[in-house]
């Protein structure tokens, strides 16, 4: 047995001293792993969801767009030579894109009007990239020049219905206004109250005939590809030439993005406020604990142990207390992960209007093992560092000093 | 006129305690203790016995004078080499015994070996041979809470002889014992005195156990007050 291997069995046999004590301490540090991984299972897998009810209602992952396009611009900008866009897209191997023609509008119907963003998409292509056409609730998509597909409670707010009529008023391409009747076939429910009340699908051709922009189109969305999006989107980049802008959707969703960002910074704040109140603990406890055994800090002392020896002593305690509660922490903590994985929290009564619900009301965590390995990480550093302190009071003592300790 | 270096030679030390150095443990005193000697400390509580054997063993520092230990001037020898100095040279044995109590016999007896890097095959069999000598290899795994004081302070006589430091230094050995197992106790540190050679210092106020000792050190308000070596009969 080395002096280590005596150490670390000292650690863990004198935890056992005051077992009470020990079991208190060892299960707060659990406790707040515990609630740091199920914060962070939760948070990550909102941010999922949030991302995905982003990407999968209108924006893809990805979006190609001609260059000098701007999110917020009315007028219409182009896509330059469609064609080959799509044909690099098929040799790059991105396949699930759908091809868009976006346009501003405003719809008419009655004595009531709504301003709108006229989609004209290809239902067999936008399938393969978002939602909508899975969340028809009424009808069926447009197929026709004339036939269009509205939001379930846009429908409602005009007093509109499947089979009825609406009017459309845009520009075309030069500013020219363009108006023209249109018949509703569907309506959709994405759960996104603002994209239902403010998004309507028309056939590609169809739009592109009623805005007098045959052939064109002023975006191709690219859907999710599983990895990740950098390397796509430098190939992309590498790919097409300056003519043309490729985004990903935290560049096209800023507020998504900050969000997030802003998400991962409060639960860091967290984390530190947590780790801080842990550190409290193992200083609290390992300082009785030193107290409570100068006369034996004082014994060992004497059999030679040098101050850092001693030192190692207290550490090897406060990391073994850190260990058992990181080994407890985590096996409770992934388990109720787990179990939240699979089962969730049913958020409906919070979410049915939020705009990053729309395709589940039911939060589930989602379990990256490293912020797992992380946490651990964090526990046990944490640990040393708040052992450190008693650890140096009891190693600096005048040993003499510690065996007169009652 | 002897020429070998005494064990310990300690030089007009002194150990004053409080704010204002008020307090006198020690005042000048200067004694030596040879290899193979058996030396009581002997006087009354709050003599300086203890104090002088906490500056021989290093476990503290005189406010003035010189602990030499085996020729070598310890003044300037810092905490960590104090300890070493320990590990290699000497042995303790105190009145409460002192065993770590999540150790068992054998571990506690172990434990100073381990940090003088005795290898393990060593520390076996001179922690097999050092409870031999206390005749408790019986009690070997035991936590030091289920052995009575005898035997706890047995085992601490075993810990203190297992490296063989050629001194060992005991604070009141007797001290928690009852009469028949202090004077066992003597009686076997006389044996390990004699059949090993090893040098031992203790401090006592029990007339019976100072009776036993071959060179008796009479402390009075941290001075020497007399240092004899009483006739043993046969």
Same mark, same amino acid.
């Given at each position: 047995?080395?002096?280590?291997?005596? !150490?670390?069995?000292?650690?863990?046999?004198?935890?056992?001293?005051n077992?009470r #004590?020990?079991?208190?301490?060892?299960?707060?540090?659990?406790?707040?792993?515990? /609630?740091?991984?199920?914060?962070?299972?939760?948070?990550?897998?909102?941010?999922? !969801?949030?991302?995905?009810?982003?990407?999968?209602?209108?924006?893809?992952?990805?979006?190609?767009?001609?260059?000098?396009?701007?999110?917020?611009?009315?007028?219409?900008?182009?896509?330059?030579?469609?064609?080959?866009? !799509?044909?690099?897209?098929?040799?790059?191997?991105?396949? $699930?894109?759908?091809? #868009?023609?976006?346009?501003?509008?405003?719809?008419?119907?009655?004595?009531?009007?709504?301003?709108?963003?006229?989609?004209?998409?290809?239902?067999?292509?936008?399938?393969?990239? @978002?939602?909508?056409?899975?969340?028809?609730?009424?009808?069926s998509?447009p197929?026709?020049?004339?036939?269009?597909?509205?939001?379930?409670?846009?429908?409602?707010?005009?007093g509109l219905g499947?089979?009825?009529?609406?009017?459309?008023?845009?520009?075309d391409?030069?500013?020219?206004?363009?108006?023209?009747?249109f !018949?509703? @076939?569907?309506?959709?429910?994405?759960? &996104?109250?603002?994209?239902?009340l403010?998004h309507?699908?028309?056939?590609? =051709?169809?739009?592109?005939?009623?805005?007098?922009?045959?052939?064109?189109?002023?975006?191709?969305?690219?859907?999710?590809?599983?990895g990740?999006?950098?390397?796509?989107?430098?190939?992309?980049?590498?790919?097409?030439?300056?003519?043309?802008?490729?985004?990903?959707?935290?560049?096209?969703a800023?507020d998504?993005?900050?969000?997030i960002?802003?998400?991962?910074?409060?639960?860091?704040?967290?984390?530190?406020? &947590?780790?801080?109140?842990?550190?409290?603990?193992?200083?609290?406890?390992?300082?009785?604990?030193?107290?409570?055994?100068? #006369?034996?800090?004082?014994?060992i002392a004497?059999?030679? =142990?040098?101050p850092?020896?001693?030192?190692?002593?207290?550490?090897?305690?406060?990391?073994?207390?850190?260990?058992?509660?990181?080994?407890?922490?985590t096996?409770?903590?992934?388990?109720? /992960?787990?179990?939240?994985?699979?089962?969730?929290?049913?958020?409906?009564?919070?979410?049915?209007?939020n705009?990053?619900?729309?395709?589940?009301?039911?939060?589930k965590?989602?379990?990256?093992?490293?912020? &797992?390995?992380?946490?651990?990480?964090?526990?046990l550093? @944490?640990?040393?560092?708040?052992?450190?302190?008693? $650890?140096?009071s009891?190693?600096?003592?005048?040993p =003499?000093?510690?065996?007169?300790?009652? | 006129?002897s020429?070998?270096?005494?064990?310990?030679t300690?030089?007009?030390v002194?150990?004053?305690?409080?704010?204002?150095r008020q307090?006198?443990?020690?005042? %000048?005193?200067?004694?030596?203790?040879?290899?193979?000697d058996?030396?009581?400390l002997? %006087?009354?509580?709050?003599?300086?016995?203890?104090t002088?054997?906490?500056?021989?063993?290093?476990?503290?520092?005189p406010?003035?004078?010189?602990?030499?230990?085996?020729?070598?001037?310890t003044?300037?020898?810092?905490?960590?080499?104090?300890?070493?100095?320990?590990?290699?040279?000497? %042995?303790?044995?105190?009145?409460?015994?002192?065993?770590?109590?999540?150790?068992?016999?054998?571990?506690?007896?172990?434990?100073?070996?381990?940090?003088?890097?005795?290898? +393990?095959?060593?520390r076996?069999?001179?922690?097999?041979?050092?409870?031999?000598?206390? %005749?408790?290899?019986?009690?070997r795994?035991?936590?030091?809470?289920?052995?009575?004081?005898?035997?706890?302070?047995r085992?601490a006589?075993?810990?203190?002889?297992?490296g063989?430091?050629?001194?060992?230094?005991?604070?009141?050995?007797?001290?928690?014992?009852d009469?028949?197992?202090?004077?066992?106790?003597?009686?076997?540190?006389?044996?390990?005195?004699?059949?090993?050679?090893?040098?031992?210092?203790?401090?006592?106020?029990?007339?019976?156990?100072?009776?036993? +000792?071959?060179?008796?050190?009479?402390?009075?308000?941290?001075q020497?007050?007399?240092?004899?070596?009483?006739?043993?009969?046969?």
């Amino acid at each position: 047995m080395k002096a280590l291997a005596i !150490t670390i069995l000292l650690a863990f046999r004198n935890l056992s001293r005051n077992r009470r #004590r020990s079991a208190l301490t060892i299960t707060a540090i659990a406790f707040a792993l515990v /609630c740091l991984l199920i914060f962070g299972a939760l948070k990550e897998g909102l941010h999922q !969801t949030m991302i995905s009810t982003t990407t999968d209602t209108d924006l893809g992952a990805i979006q190609i767009h001609g260059q000098g396009y701007a999110p917020n611009l009315v007028s219409l900008t182009t896509l330059p030579d469609p064609d080959r866009v !799509t044909g690099d897209l098929n040799a790059l191997g991105l396949t $699930a894109f759908a091809r #868009r023609l976006k346009a501003n509008g405003l719809i008419l119907a009655g004595a009531k009007s709504a301003a709108v963003v006229l989609h004209g998409v290809i239902a067999e292509e936008e399938q393969r990239v @978002t939602i909508v056409h899975q969340r028809i609730v009424a009808g069926s998509p447009p197929n026709e020049g004339r036939e269009v597909m509205i939001g379930q409670g846009l429908a409602a707010s005009l007093g509109l219905g499947v089979g009825d009529q609406l009017t459309v008023m845009s520009q075309d391409l030069f500013g020219t206004p363009a108006s023209r009747k249109f !018949t509703i @076939t569907g309506l959709f429910h994405t759960g &996104v109250a603002a994209f239902d009340l403010g998004h309507i699908f028309l056939p590609l =051709a169809g739009l592109q005939a009623f805005i007098d922009a045959e052939g064109m189109i002023s975006e191709i969305a690219i859907a999710k590809t599983g990895g990740p999006l950098a390397p796509e989107i430098l190939r992309l980049r590498q790919r097409l030439d300056h003519r043309y802008q490729v985004s990903a959707w935290q560049e096209l969703a800023p507020d998504v993005t900050q969000l997030i960002a802003l998400n991962d910074s409060t639960m860091a704040i967290l984390i530190g406020i &947590v780790f801080l109140i842990v550190a409290m603990g193992i200083v609290n406890t390992m300082t009785t604990i030193t107290f409570e055994r100068f #006369r034996e800090f004082g014994i060992i002392a004497a059999m030679g =142990a040098t101050p850092a020896g001693i030192m190692a002593l207290v550490s090897a305690e406060a990391m073994a207390m850190g260990l058992m509660a990181s080994i407890a922490g985590t096996v409770t903590g992934v388990a109720v /992960c787990l179990y939240l994985a699979r089962y969730g929290i049913d958020l409906t009564a919070l979410t049915s209007t939020n705009q990053y619900f729309s395709n589940t009301h039911v939060l589930k965590a989602v379990l990256d093992w490293r912020t &797992v390995a992380a946490t651990n990480g964090f526990t046990l550093i @944490t640990a040393l560092i708040a052992g450190l302190s008693p $650890a140096w009071s009891a190693a600096r003592q005048n040993p =003499a000093q510690a065996l007169s300790h009652p | 006129m002897s020429t070998t270096t005494p064990l310990i030679t300690v030089t007009n030390v002194w150990r004053l305690f409080g704010i204002l150095r008020q307090d006198r443990a020690l005042a %000048g005193v200067t004694m030596s203790v040879d290899s193979g000697d058996f030396v009581c400390l002997a %006087g009354p509580s709050g003599s300086g016995k203890t104090t002088l054997l906490n500056l021989m063993g290093l476990l503290d520092l005189p406010s003035r004078g010189q602990v030499s230990l085996l020729g070598h001037d310890t003044r300037d020898l810092s905490l960590r080499q104090r300890a070493i100095f320990r590990r290699a040279h000497l %042995g303790f044995i105190f009145q409460a015994y002192n065993l770590i109590p999540v150790l068992s016999v054998a571990e506690n007896i172990e434990y100073p070996l381990i940090l003088n890097g005795q290898k +393990a095959q060593e520390r076996s069999r001179l922690t097999r041979q050092a409870l031999d000598l206390v %005749g408790l290899n019986d009690h070997r795994h035991k936590r030091p809470g289920q052995l009575s004081g005898g035997q706890q302070q047995r085992v601490a006589v075993a810990r203190a002889i297992a490296g063989s430091p050629p001194l060992i230094l005991a604070d009141e050995p007797t001290g928690s014992l009852d009469s028949e197992t202090g004077a066992a106790l003597i009686e076997l540190l006389l044996g390990l005195n004699q059949e090993l050679g090893t040098t031992f210092v203790f401090s006592s106020h029990d007339p019976k156990v100072i009776a036993q +000792a071959r060179r008796v050190v009479t402390l009075h308000d941290g001075q020497i007050a007399s240092d004899i070596r009483p006739e043993r009969q046969p």
